[in-house]
């Protein structure tokens, strides 16, 4: 069986442009996790679902799947077969996803779906829980952190990059993102079930100084070496 690799690390680490990246160089299918979480939560906004309807969590949640373009390997997020990418990653989704990522039935429902889509291996995910639940044999967990400025200055570019909130000055966004940002690591390393958290095994990177090209670049040369 081919090897599963578990990213882990807390928002704006920069676990996505790196581990999409990575995926090309190592020729492994990359896998947001983050993003079906996402999707469930805009499930449960859409139609009026509370965190505390257990039922109602996990209907939304059965009704999340990935698929990926087999051109270039992104992930395309669906809720009830309809393409959600680009929705998900909204202000009112970001506000409420650490909210419903903390409910059970939506966890169970989720890390299921995540295990069934890789069990063949060959992935490479990236997440809260990926060394600590997801793929918890794996023989290689990364850990990805960055001081909490850092990672608000790069989520600020990014966002301002993409021409959004480009009203607002620079220093203010960052503030809010950084404030946002602080509040979603307090959540997701204090709920009760599958808490971001280092995991034993794994290793830590600090991406606080590095570029992009330089921490794939140390990742791509641990893995090869780990595996
Ligand atoms: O990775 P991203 O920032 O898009 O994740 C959004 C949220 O989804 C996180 O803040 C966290 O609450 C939740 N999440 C999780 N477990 C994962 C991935 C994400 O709880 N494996």
């Known amino acids: 069986m081919l090897f599963n690799v578990a990213i882990d690390g807390p928002a704006g680490s920069g676990k996505t442009s790196v581990t999409f990246q990575l995926a090309k160089e190592l020729g492994l299918q990359y896998l947001d996790t983050g993003a079906t979480y996402r999707a469930a939560t805009l499930g449960c906004i859409e139609n009026n679902i509370k965190s505390t309807d257990e ?17 270039d390997g992104k992930q395309i997020t669906r809720f009830k077969q309809r393409d959600v990418s680009a929705r ?4 009112d989704v970001t ?4 909210e419903y990522s903390a409910v059970p039935v939506i966890r169970h429902t989720l890390v299921a779906y995540q295990q069934k889509i890789s069990e063949k291996g060959g992935f ?4 809260r829980d990926i060394g600590t639940v997801v793929f918890k044999d794996s023989p290689c967990k990364i850990y ?13 570019h ?3 990059s993409k021409g959004l909130h480009t009203d607002k000055p620079f220093q203010q966004l960052k503030e ?4 946002s940002i602080t509040e979603r690591d307090f959540s997701d390393s204090t709920r009760t079930l599958a808490p971001l958290a280092i995991d034993a095994h794994a290793t830590i990177f600090d991406t606080s100084s590095l570029t992009v090209d330089e921490v794939v670049a140390q990742l791509k040369a641990h893995i090869e070496q780990t595996i």
């Open 55 to 71: 039922d109602g969590c996990r209907q939304m949640a059965q009704q999340v799947d990935v698929e990926f373009n087999p051109s």
């Open 88 to 91: 998900i990653r909204d202000d």
């Open 95 to 98: 506000a409420r996803v650490s």
């Open 124 to 127: 490479i995910a990236e997440g």
């Open 144 to 156: 990805l952190s960055a001081s909490p400025e850092v990672r608000a200055e790069r989520r600020a």
């Open 158 to 160: 990014e966002i301002q």
């Open 176 to 179: 809010e993102i950084l404030q």
